[in-house]
């Protein structure tokens, strides 16, 4: 992926031959036919489970075997790595993600980040890329909580239209080129909470200093609610509802119960978005405290939304209950590798999306374990044959530089979604 030596002429052709080849992509049936098949399932009425697969970190050795840059400029390279790995999708990743002949250009922001709270939150962190890291509690006392200050959050206006027009003016003559507003809106309080804290301290909050985590939790909503208020004021949320909407949970969230965008203007509101709300360092606390301690500080946010999804890595099974009971809203339930799956779909039904993420161990360890994965995958679809589901992977960190393994999984996992 090192740049050769080009100039902004050579950058463009190049830019504009991979837009092309977009959108020649984005034409063939299969793609519309792809974002009916999700449309229905998240309206509730499937004709099939629904398979996608997110490399995530995984990227990283994908574009090593499949991506070579060509641009000098660096926006100039964003771009192209982001036409490129829409190519990778077409070429090697058969799943039912729905390639569009649409580039959007989310806004420019700053001071939105976890050390921007008025303390420095401090993790040591290990020298290989995504490893585990040790988080160093900042916050230790009330002193400390005083300290703590909302983020600075602040849209950069003349930053954002100054990509749009860049974007637009090298290939908004392909594609569709959009301004759009923020999209994704992501509630994990306890990740904040165990940067300030440190995990084994919150959990030992919740006995000994339960106060603390009742002002820390409070704090966390309100600092949410602001940075809501500061994109409403921007006119700058937009819409989550187009085809190739990517879920927290994975799947696609292009849904029949969500507006569309229907003109130039992307300014929605909250309520024509998606809201994913997770909890993944609660998975051990009970119910009660799980109600008590986060899901009263998520609901004011959630219920804000079009449609919530709520799950990541975290097994819901314990929690699904007081989930259906206090969310209106909800649309799409995390099943994680180590769920309950029977107990999921129980509660589930066909009343919401059964997410389910089969595990990535199979795909990612030192010998792919394909057999085990086929087994799992049959089982969890006869287990869940009631409901809508969503066929996720993701989490993979590694393919041990063979990116055949992704290729391989999406059309095993597509040929028994559709009956095979």
């Not at 058969?94 to 401090?122: K, T």
């Not at 490893?131 to 983020?151: C, K, Q, T, W």
């Not at 994990?188 to 000994?208: A, N, S, W």
């Not at 969890?380 to 530089?401: E, G, S, W």
């Amino acid at each position: 992926m090192s740049p050769r030596t080009r100039n902004p002429v050579t950058d463009r052709n190049v830019l504009r031959d991979l837009a092309k080849t977009v959108q020649d992509i984005s034409q063939r049936p299969e793609q519309a036919e792809k974002a009916r098949l999700w449309k229905c399932c998240n309206g509730l009425a499937p004709e099939r489970p629904m398979v996608f697969a997110d490399p995530q970190g995984g990227w990283t050795e994908l574009d090593e075997q499949w991506v070579r840059l060509a641009c000098m400029d660096p926006v100039a390279r964003e771009i192209e790595l982001q036409l490129r790995r829409a190519v990778v999708r077409d070429r090697h990743i058969p799943d039912d993600f729905p390639i569009e002949n649409v580039f959007r250009v989310p806004p420019v922001v700053s001071g939105d980040s976890y050390n921007d709270y008025g303390i420095p939150l401090s993790a040591t962190h290990p020298g290989e890329a995504d490893g585990a890291y040790h988080i160093e509690p900042m916050v230790n006392s009330e002193r400390d909580i005083r300290r703590l200050h909302f983020r600075p959050v602040c849209i950069d206006r003349q930053a954002t239209v100054d990509r749009f027009h860049k974007v637009r003016d090298l290939i908004g003559d392909i594609l569709h080129v959009e301004a759009i507003g923020r999209s994704r809106w992501r509630y994990g309080l306890t990740r904040v909470l165990i940067h300030m804290r440190g995990f084994e301290q919150m959990l030992l909050d919740f006995y000994e200093n339960p106060g603390t985590i009742h002002s820390l939790m409070a704090f966390l909503r309100d600092d949410y609610e602001r940075e809501i208020q500061i994109y409403e004021q921007a006119g700058a949320i937009g819409f989550t509802n187009y085809r190739s909407s990517v879920l927290g949970t994975g799947g696609i969230g292009y849904c029949p119960d969500l507006p569309e965008r229907s003109g130039p203007s992307d300014s929605g509101g909250t309520h024509t978005c998606i809201a994913w709300g997770e909890s993944q360092e609660t998975v051990g606390v009970s119910p009660e405290q799980f109600e008590e301690f986060v899901l009263q500080y998520q609901h004011p946010l959630l219920k804000r939304f079009g449609l919530v999804e709520y799950g990541c890595c975290e097994g819901l099974e314990r929690k699904v209950d007081a989930l259906i009971r206090t969310i209106g809203n909800l649309r799409w339930i995390a099943v994680s590798p180590w769920a309950d799956r029977e107990i999921m779909a129980d509660r589930i039904k066909d009343r919401y999306v059964y997410a389910y993420k089969p595990n990535p161990a199979t795909l990612c360890s030192q010998r792919p374990q394909w057999n085990e994965a086929e087994k799992e995958l049959r089982a969890t679809l006869k287990i869940a044959a009631t409901c809508p589901v969503h066929i996720v992977m993701k989490d993979t960190k590694t393919f041990h530089r063979d990116g055949e393994r992704i290729t391989k999984w999406c059309t095993m996992a597509r040929n028994i979604a559709m009956g095979g």
